[in-house]
């Protein structure tokens, strides 16, 4: 079964609007979380990532929190533009090689 | 140049047929994956080789075999094609450093797999 969870399924905010996405994983001893985005046609790209010994990371307009106690962490999105249109993934590492990921998120920024 | 390519990028064949979907990465790292996204999006990870030797082996039907001639390239062949194997595949790799958390996959654009 799915290691990682991700909610909501999809999203649709208004252009200017913040979005934000969560993720809960089940194994405490994931130590790596990070986001991808994935537009059409393209493979998924990593966005921004975060290690379990931080609790929050900023670029510029997105953020990602995480709560390694409650096992959730989440991905912000401020300001957003039509061109932040995508699926968005969130994983989580289980071992030195094994990622999981979410369901994905469909984004969708009206202008 | 591209990072991680793949090829073909459509593929489209009959039920029972055998095909093969090549992967190459040019940015040396020591580890490669294989992915199905299905339908609805959802990304699941299928093999995992390291420096050529497979390290995460998922519930796939042994239909599916991966080979890896070297740590560069890995491939996925399918046999005996099914309704169900359709969907986009997607390979990627990483340069896993231990005692390091980070693992930042690169991934193709995709191999999508239609069976008829």
């Known amino acids: 079964g799915e290691n990682v969870e991700q909610h909501p399924s999809t999203l649709s905010v208004q252009e200017g609007d913040s979005a934000v996405i969560k993720c809960t994983y089940s194994?405490?001893?994931?130590?790596?979380f990070p986001w991808y985005k994935q537009e059409l046609g393209k493979g998924p790209q990593l966005i921004i990532d975060?290690?379990?010994?931080?609790g929050e990371k900023k670029d510029q307009r997105i953020a990602v929190t995480l709560n390694k106690t409650a096992k959730h962490f989440s991905l912000h999105i401020t300001e957003t533009q039509p061109e932040d249109s995508a699926v968005y993934f969130c994983?989580?590492?289980?071992?030195?090689?094994?990622?999981?990921f979410g369901a994905g998120t469909r984004l969708t920024v009206k202008p | 140049d591209t990072a991680v390519s793949q090829t073909p990028k459509y593929l489209v064949t009959q039920m029972g047929n055998d095909k093969s979907i090549k992967c190459e990465q040019n940015?040396?790292?020591?580890?490669m994956y294989w992915y199905k996204q299905d339908s609805k999006k959802f990304l699941k990870i299928m093999f995992s080789?390291?420096?050529?030797?497979?390290?995460i082996n998922e519930t796939v039907p042994n239909r599916f075999s991966p080979k890896s001639p070297d740590k560069a390239h890995l491939n996925l062949h399918i046999n005996s094609l099914e309704l169900g194997d359709s969907a986009v595949y997607f390979c990627?790799?990483?340069?896993?450093?231990?005692?390091?958390?980070?693992?930042?996959?690169?991934f193709g654009a995709g191999t999508r797999l239609s069976v008829l």
């Open positions: 990627a790799s990483s340069q896993v450093y231990s005692g390091l958390a980070k693992n930042i996959q690169y």
């Open positions: 194994d405490s001893a994931s130590n790596y």
């Open positions: 975060i290690r379990s010994n931080v």
């Open positions: 994983a989580a590492k289980l071992g030195r090689n094994d990622m999981r």
């Open positions: 940015l040396g790292h020591d580890t």
């Open positions: 080789y390291n420096n050529k030797e497979l390290i």
